[in-house]
């Protein structure tokens, strides 16, 4: 297999485990949580800072994409049920294969746009399937899923287009979007004195060191080095996994057919686009053969 392809699993199988680690600390403010995580994050690439000579549009695009996504996801577990922000904030997978042809040349077929109504019909069983009444605040917090998702896949195609970034860089959009939501912590008007205990600690340095630290490495590997849409389509193993770490680790989570339904949808409708060119390759190759055989 690729190595871009198996770096991309890895970022998976690091991020399955972001929803259950995050859960744990919401009672911690998200920009809080947030800055301290992403600056531990930074730590391993802080010595490669010469290296980070990049255009400020790079800057721009990236802190905006780690920072607000990070910041609303952790900011919508803390207003809505988890399952249900995870599953919204899972489609920026669909996002990514979607917005590929915004950032390179490649093209979407028919199975690449079903597949996305296909996905999006999943989150909305799963949503359909919450045994509370959608108030403001649950609605707000889907809200930030739902753009967190978007920001992220606008991360991960905006840095594919700089090839020349070295990989430290990540270590400085890390660095960047951690000071400015600590900045913007203490920045608070009503800001309250907040000390993580010794277990609050424990999951911001697992969350620095797995999901939100080496994975960001990984996953700048495999976006430059692989097919953004095979990647999109790989992506949704992670839902599979999270869900299934945050049934074991969080009591009120509980897994139900429907939400094997729901990931059938989603990973299957990603999957699709890809199955549609494959045979479209295939088809056009037998052509090719024919018209070589004729001419012969």
């Given at each position: 297999m690729n190595r871009a392809y198996i770096s991309a699993l890895l970022t998976i199988l690091m991020w399955s485990s972001l929803a259950v680690l995050t859960v744990t600390i919401t009672h911690i403010p998200s920009l809080l949580s947030v800055g301290l995580v992403l600056i531990f994050a930074s730590i391993p690439g802080l010595k490669y800072w010469r290296e980070w000579k990049l255009p400020w549009k790079v800057w721009l695009s990236a802190v905006i994409g780690m920072f607000g996504y990070h910041f609303?996801?952790?900011?919508?577990?803390?207003?809505?049920?988890?399952?249900?922000?995870?599953?919204?904030?899972?489609?920026?997978?669909?996002?990514i294969v979607l917005g590929t042809p915004l950032f390179s040349q490649s093209r979407l077929n028919f199975g690449h746009v079903i597949g996305a109504i296909?996905?999006?019909?999943?989150?909305?069983?799963?949503?359909?399937q919450e045994p509370i009444a959608f108030n403001v605040t649950d609605l707000f917090g889907y809200g930030e899923a739902f753009i967190a998702a978007l920001l992220w896949a606008f991360y991960t195609l905006s840095n594919?287009?700089?090839?020349?970034?070295?990989?430290?860089?990540?270590a400085g959009f890390c660095l960047f979007s951690g000071i400015l939501a600590l900045t913007s912590y203490v920045l608070t008007a009503d800001?309250?004195?907040?000390?993580?205990?010794?277990?609050?600690?424990?999951?911001?340095?697992?969350?620095?060191?797995?999901?939100?630290?080496?994975?960001?490495y990984?996953?700048?590997?495999?976006?430059?080095?692989?097919?953004?849409?095979?990647?999109?389509?790989?992506?949704?193993?992670?839902?599979?996994l999270s869900v299934i770490w945050m049934a074991v680790f969080i009591p009120e989570v509980t897994l139900k057919p429907v939400h094997l339904v729901t990931l059938i949808l989603i990973i299957g409708?990603?999957?699709?686009?890809?199955?549609?060119?494959?045979?479209?390759?295939?088809?056009?190759?037998v052509v090719n053969n024919s018209e070589t055989a004729v001419k012969s």
């Open positions: 609303l996801l952790f900011d919508a577990f803390s207003r809505s049920p988890a399952m249900s922000v995870n599953m919204i904030q899972y489609l920026w997978p669909l996002f296909l996905g999006f019909g999943g989150v909305l069983l799963t949503l359909a594919r287009r700089y090839t020349k970034m070295p990989m430290s860089a990540v800001i309250q004195a907040v000390i993580p205990s010794t277990s609050d600690l424990l999951v911001i340095g697992l969350l620095g060191l797995g999901p939100m630290g080496l994975s960001f990984t996953w700048d590997y495999a976006i430059r080095h692989g097919d953004t849409r095979v990647i999109g389509a790989l992506a949704y193993l992670a839902p599979l409708g990603a999957s699709l686009g890809q199955y549609v060119e494959k045979r479209k390759l295939a088809a056009l190759l």
